[in-house]
């Protein structure tokens, strides 16, 4: 029994001791080193604890471990600390801070050296159960404040582009193991940044903006002797200004891994002023003649000196203008670029050249100088500098720090201007409206011209006073430039494209104006203005001078032109079916060449209606007039057989031809190819006329119906017959002699005038019906040489009305054998109609109706007899009972 309580008891602690937490108490990791005169802050902290959340916390020191231990401070009592700490404690020298329910430091604001010791936290116990440990101790180690920092001046002012060097020495007496760090920043009024930072463990941090920099070689590092640290600032550009400070820290590296900051000494450097490149770059132009004065084919030669402080930092890009156009380029790297002439075209290579002659020398030379080359010369230059340092390789970022010109120099290029004389003289003068004219320009006694040189001509046109509200305006009408380009007027572009005018160099000194066709509006004076011209050195044309010569005027007596056309019958047409043709001859009057339009016009008597036969355009083209048979148009032919006669020719006459015939002519005229005719002048010939007698046969037409009453979906049948009478149309005349065309007619009123087409046959036997909107059709038929039947199928009453036929006859004639037409007939009318037929239409209706009586009757009487028989049959019942009260109950 002994044993087994003594297990229990074993195994309940062990289950105790398990379930129960241990209070842990820690200090920072020590030793501490710290120097003398900064502040101190000790961290203590407890976990794993019961009892309250909130834990008081004492301190004590000792300042060697056998020592004995003096108490410091206490969060629970106020009268914890002895007389050697009470009153720092009570100035605030010495105090603790809580940052958490179990966690709180202890500060020192100046740390002494009796301050070294060691420094212990302790926990009093709220725990229900001792265990863990209650208190940590920690090691400060107190050194002397040796840190000393010592900054070199920088000089108060450099040259933009230039390097500065920032000198600082930073020293301590190393009494345990500390590190060192120096950190240079550059204040600009308010706002200070951090240039670069080396230490504490040997890592150089730069600042945001100066990362790049230092990357690139413009930033260096220069670690000296004895604490002794350089930073080379290259290239500094005017961001670079302002007032330097160096900051030398001294640091511990805590067990942890920590960097603890212990003493810091910032001294400041000095001011530094950048001073702009603008400010003391300067561009000079010079010439070796003051003021150059060249000739054509002289060299110019001109020079532009550069000064600027710290001239050797700069990369200068030098452009020479003429004018305001770039015209030679030295880039930063020395490539020479010559630049587009303002013209557009390339300079020739080696006419333009710049070269370095020293330092901040640059020779401009251009040889062979024309006319064009005089003028303001002005030297540009804008200096760079590269934000990368030295040991960039040539690979850093370039920024302009200045653009600055010279003052101009003006060259001049004097040359002698041609001299020559102008005579414009006709060579062809117009005597009417539509003759050519030419005019000739000569040009003489040329001297002073360069060589290569040429001469351009520019054409002018003043109309003659009285000629219209521009008549003192002068017209540009076309021009040849020196390089025998043709540069038309707006007014005669048109004619000048078209070939109707033309612009010529004939000779080398002689130029050429020639009108096609002059007309009444080229009237007037006209000059010729002469240009010569010479090559620049850029490959461009440049007019050197012109001269204007004397007006000549070109004019001649204006009349109308008139126009005369005779006809005259070359065949006469004595009977029918024989050919008539007639011929129409023009003559004109001040009149040049031109096109003419014919009409071929006719009427039957003097006081007729005119009717057009044919036409023919000035451009050969034949078209038939409104009056022509389409089944006769070839028998009709009209031509041009002269240049100024026409041919008419009508075969196989008929009596219908006879009549008066004549031409009815205009004349058309063109300014220039290509353009529209224009209407001069027109008249008409004398008449011709076609007149024969032919005694043919004499036609009669009558119209007949056997019914004039029908009832509707019957036939109705008309006969429209001729007859012939008088001379045979043919000795031994057949059927095959006589043709006729007959039309059938139809108006729904008795005597009314709108008629309809019903259906019509030609003389070629070809049947043709016209659409109708009744249902009934018609059909036609020939029963015999003179007679024709038309039949009406499935008459509707909208076939009621008056009918009557129409017929043309031909006939083979005996004196020609050809085949004439006769007088067109019209036969008297005849009213049909189509009768309502009462009885058919009510047969019908009558049958439905009674078959439909009958059958609703037969079906009423069986449908009554079978109702009776099933429901009336008698039946036994009980006699109602004499009790009425009775039966009224029951009921």
Known sequence: MKMDYSLLTVIICVFTLGGCSARVVKVSPGPLIRVEGQPVSIRCEVSEYSGPREQDFEWMMSREASATKLKIISTFDATYSQPAFSKRVASGDISV????????????????????????????????????????????????????????????????????????????????????????????????????????????????????????????????????????????????????????????????????????????????????????LSVKATSPSTPPLLSPGDTLTLLCSVAADNLQALALEVTWLAGDRDLV???????????????????????????????????????????????EYTCRVRAFIEKGGKSAGGGGRWHMAAEKSSSPVMVKVSQIKPSYTLTLEPAVNPQVTAEPTELACHVTNITHVPLGGRLGVTWEHTALPGGGADAKTSHHIGSLDGSGNLLPGSMYSDRLKGGAMSLTRVQPNTFKLRILRTQEIDMGQYSCTVSAWSTSSQGDMLKLTEHKSSPVTVRWDTKRPTLN????????????????????TVTTENLGEAGYSVLIQSQESLEGNVRTIMTLSPDNVVQHGGATDPNRRDSLVLTKSGPAEFRFRLAGVQ????????????????????????????????????????????????????????????????????????????????????????????????????????ASVDRFGIVKTEERNSSSEVAIERTDTNTYLMNIFGTQDGDSGEYYCVATPWYLSAATGAWTQAGELTSSRIFLTVQFAVWDSLQLPLLYGASASLGVGLFSLVLGLVCAHCCCRNTTHTPRSRNKLMDLEMD
């Open 97 to 280: 801070v809580r940052l958490s329910d179990n966690e709180m430091d202890l500060k020192i604001a100046e740390v002494k050296a009796l301050d070294a010791g060691l420094y212990r936290c302790q926990t009093p116990s709220t725990d229900s159960v001792m265990s863990g440990n209650y208190e940590a101790q920690v090691q400060l180690i107190v050194i002397p404040n040796t840190l000393s920092v010592t900054p070199q001046t920088p000089p108060p002012e450099v040259p933009e582009g230039s390097d500065i060097t920032l000198s600082c020495s930073v020293t301590r007496t190393l009494t345990q193991p500390t590190y060192l760090s120096v950190t240079w920043s550059l204040k600009n009024g308010a706002t200070s940044e951090e240039v670069l930072t080396f230490g504490p463990q040997g890592g150089v941090v730069t600042g945001p903006k100066f990362t790049r920099r230092y990357t690139d070689g413009g930033i260096r590092l220069v670690p000296g002797k004895n604490g002794q640290f350089d930073l080379v600032i290259s290239r500094v550009t005017t961001s670079d200004g302002g007032t330097y400070e160096c900051n030398g820290t001294e640091w511990t590296h805590e067990s942890g891994g920590k960097w603890i900051k212990i003493v810091e000494n910032t001294k400041e450097m000095g001011t530094v002023k950048v001073i702009p490149t603008g400010q003391s």
């Open 565 to 584: 056309v005779v006809a005259k019958r070359v065949r006469e047409a004595s009977v029918g079916g024989a050919t008539f043709e007639m011929s129409c």
């Open 655 to 758: 009596l219908s031809d006879r009549g008066f015939y004549w031409c009815d002519i205009t004349a058309w005229t063109k300014q220039q190819p290509g353009q529209t005719w224009t209407k001069a002048t027109s008249a008409e010939s004398n008449k011709a006329r076609i007149d024969f007698q032919e005694n043919g046969p004499s036609f009669t037409i009558a119209i007949q119906s056997d019914d004039t009453s029908v009832y509707p979906s019957r036939t109705a049948k008309m006969e429209c017959s001729l007859s012939v009478s008088g001379s045979s149309p043919k000795t031994g005349a057949t059927q095959d002699d006589l043709a006729y065309e007959v039309r059938w007619f139809f108006t729904r009123l008795r005597g009314g005038q709108t008629t309809t087409q019903v």
């Open 329 to 375: 380029t030295m880039e930063r790297s020395g490539v020479v670029v010559a630049n587009v002439s303002a013209s557009g075209a390339q300079g020739t290579r080696g006419e333009t050249s710049l070269e370095r002659t020293g330092g901040g020398e640059f020779r401009l030379g251009v040889r062979g100088v024309s006319m064009e080359d005089g003028g």
